[in-house]
């Protein structure tokens, strides 16, 4: 089962985490399903970019961006090169290291 390393975040993962998810799993259900409460308010329909991570390891692993994906990301704050949006992102048998960005643009934040 492929490892997902998160760099350290302020709020959602202080220490970081190192958690393991079974390929074909996308990156923002294997965060979801370890305690790792990334934002995803269009839940994970790719209407929006509030779940926006950076591959730091591994982005080839992963699958193909698609267009609806790829034109969402223009939209999302700190992209870089290595941008996806974890509901979109798949994982295969490799390991994974992925930075949540700190900010992201998300007009209707809903407290849990």
């Avoid at 190192?18 to 923002?28: D, H, K, N, Q, R």
Wanted: proline letters at 4%; hydrophobic letters at 40%.
């Amino acid at each position: 089962m492929p490892k997902i390393t998160v760099l350290p975040h302020a709020d959602l993962a202080p220490e970081g985490a190192v958690l393991e998810a079974p390929a074909g799993t996308s990156v923002c259900e294997a965060l979801l399903a370890n305690g790792i409460e990334i934002e995803h308010a269009c839940d994970m329909s790719c209407a929006c970019t509030t779940c926006h991570c950076i591959v730091r390891k591994g982005y080839d692993t992963l699958n193909e961006v698609e267009d609806c994906e790829d034109d969402l990301l223009d939209r999302a704050w700190g992209l870089e090169a290595h941008s996806r949006l974890s509901c979109q992102a798949i994982l295969a048998h490799e390991d994974l290291t992925v930075e949540i960005p700190k900010y992201t643009i998300n007009h209707a934040k809903e407290n849990h």
